[in-house]
């Protein structure tokens, strides 16, 4: 029956996460085309209209799978730990705050990644519309491009941006991927800690083994 319920709340969370998301892209695009439409020349001097593209396209795809993905799990992991830490609290108090300890551990580790890989998810986007700017330029503007013998700037100019945006998406990558191979590394210590306190409080005969086993499991799923 737990099994049943759980895959109606999870098709009822994706029906009720799609339609939102899909409605705030929709009238995030709307309110781009309406600023679009507003903005000075100037804007329109120091931005390619690929950049302008990218804006509308890419930085909105990434918006939409951002909120769709990143809501649902924090809605999920949120549920999942308070439900984790009452049933921990039930069973047994000193081991629950031998695994809560975890926590502000593993924000500091988490914090300092995010803070040096935000800077390059930006740099990532920002170098997308740049090489979305060179293409449409190259291809909408082909004739002129070759009618001036500026072939070989534009492929320059494409490829150092592409380097860029390289360099700028492998460093972003590189370190959020950083991300679970820490928390399992940090979460190792809870495991160690749950071990030591657990024997400590078997051989008092306050616990039982199975109330070692079930914290073990308890933090993997913390």
């Avoid at 009720?16 to 892209?25: A, D, E, L, R």
């Avoid at 593209?53 to 999942?80: G, K, M």
């Avoid at 069973?91 to 502000?104: A, D, E, K």
């Avoid at 924000?107 to 990532?124: A, D, E, G, T, Y």
Wanted: charged share 15%.
């Amino acid at each position: 029956i737990l099994y049943i319920v759980s895959a109606i709340c999870n098709y009822i969370q994706s029906f009720i996460m799609s339609t939102v998301t899909q409605k705030y892209t929709y009238k995030l695009r709307g309110d781009l085309d309406k600023k679009i439409h507003k903005l000075p020349f100037k804007y329109f001097d120091s931005k390619t209209n690929g950049e302008v593209l990218s804006v509308i396209t890419n930085d909105v795809d990434t918006l939409q799978v951002s909120f769709n993905q990143a809501i649902t799990q924090a809605i999920t992991s949120l549920t999942t730990v308070i439900g984790i830490v009452i049933m921990m609290l039930s069973i047994n108090v000193s081991m629950t705050l031998c695994v809560l300890i975890l926590i502000p551990i593993s924000l500091v580790f988490m914090s300092s990644i995010i803070k040096k890989s935000q800077k390059h998810f930006k740099n990532n986007q920002e170098y997308l519309g740049h090489v979305n700017g060179n293409i449409e330029e190259m291809y909408s503007g082909h004739d002129i491009v070759t009618s001036f013998n500026a072939t070989e700037k534009y492929v320059s100019m494409f490829n150092e941006n592409n380097k860029k945006l390289y360099e700028a998406g492998w460093k972003s990558q590189f370190l959020s991927g950083l991300m679970m191979p820490m928390m399992g590394f940090i979460g190792n210590f809870g495991y160690v800690a749950v071990c030591i306190v657990g024997v400590l409080l078997v051989s008092k005969d306050m616990i039982t083994f199975g109330v070692i086993v079930a914290f073990i499991m308890y933090v993997r799923l913390f």
